[in-house]
């Protein structure tokens, strides 16, 4: 079946070092992968996206994605995090069932990122 | 573009009642989502329409919940009668597929929602 696994509940870092939050997935196809921000009582933000091309996604805010097929692996990383980073990140996989270009997503169950000052 | 627009932004209710949760979605776009977001089962989709066409409904939980597209920039997710259970945050996305490109799903801010 397919699905999403982020396998932190949370993930602590000081400002201004590199963070990572991990995602990996398994979907019989090829996957569309994407990243999303939540903040307290906000809905989610779009941060990137993986279609195809370059395994290096850049994003929104200094956030890159590194796409690695034979880990089936999509973590999120920013080189230097800072205190407004802090928020609930959410990894989440196109499902290939569906035909045509369809953006049924399979969302995971989101890592809560914490940068202390 | 003023993004998703989802009113109300919380609700308070007591259980039996009917609640009605509305969305607009970007102007333009051709694909609308609703999702609930609870600690138990994190995020889930409960249906989306595709040109104002109901496409998957399998996420909706029971009989007790509804969801209607009238027009391309309205929608709404009904439950009747509604049960503590279903206290939960609820959002509406849209999307827009062009030329064949997938296209980012957009979310609104979320109903909140608590049933007593």
């Known amino acids: 079946a397919q699905s999403v696994a982020q396998p932190e509940d949370q993930v602590n870092v000081a400002e201004g070092n590199p963070l990572t939050v991990k995602c990996t997935y398994s979907?019989?196809?090829?996957?569309?992968l994407f990243w999303y921000v939540q903040y307290p009582n906000r809905g989610l933000q779009f941060l990137l996206k993986y279609i195809t091309g370059d395994n290096l996604v850049k994003g929104s805010y200094g956030f890159e994605a590194e796409f690695n097929k034979s880990q089936t692996s999509f973590h999120l990383k920013k080189p230097s995090a800072l205190v407004s980073d802090s928020a609930l990140y959410f990894c989440?996989?196109?499902?290939?069932?569906?035909?045509?270009?369809?953006?049924?997503?399979?969302f995971g169950t989101g890592t809560l990122l914490a940068v202390q000052p | 573009d003023a993004g998703v627009i989802q009113s109300p932004r919380h609700e308070v209710t007591e259980m039996g009642q009917e609640v009605t949760l509305r969305c607009k979605p970007i102007?333009?776009?051709?694909?609308l989502f609703w999702y609930r977001q609870t600690m138990m089962r994190g995020l889930e989709l409960l249906i989306y329409?595709?040109?104002?066409?109901?496409?998957?409904d399998s996420g909706m939980p029971e009989d007790r919940f509804s969801a209607k597209m009238p027009n391309a920039s309205f929608s709404t997710l009904k439950i009747q009668p509604s049960e503590p259970r279903d206290s939960a945050v609820y959002f509406c996305?849209?999307?827009?597929?062009?030329?064949?490109?997938?296209?980012?799903?957009?979310f609104g801010p979320g109903t909140r929602l608590l049933v007593l």
């Open positions: 102007s333009g776009h051709d694909y």
């Open positions: 989440a996989v196109r499902d290939p069932s569906w035909g045509g270009a369809t953006n049924k997503l399979i």
């Open positions: 979907v019989s196809g090829n996957p569309y």
């Open positions: 996305a849209s999307s827009l597929l062009a030329g064949g490109s997938l296209q980012t799903q957009y």
């Open positions: 329409f595709n040109n104002n066409v109901p496409i998957d």
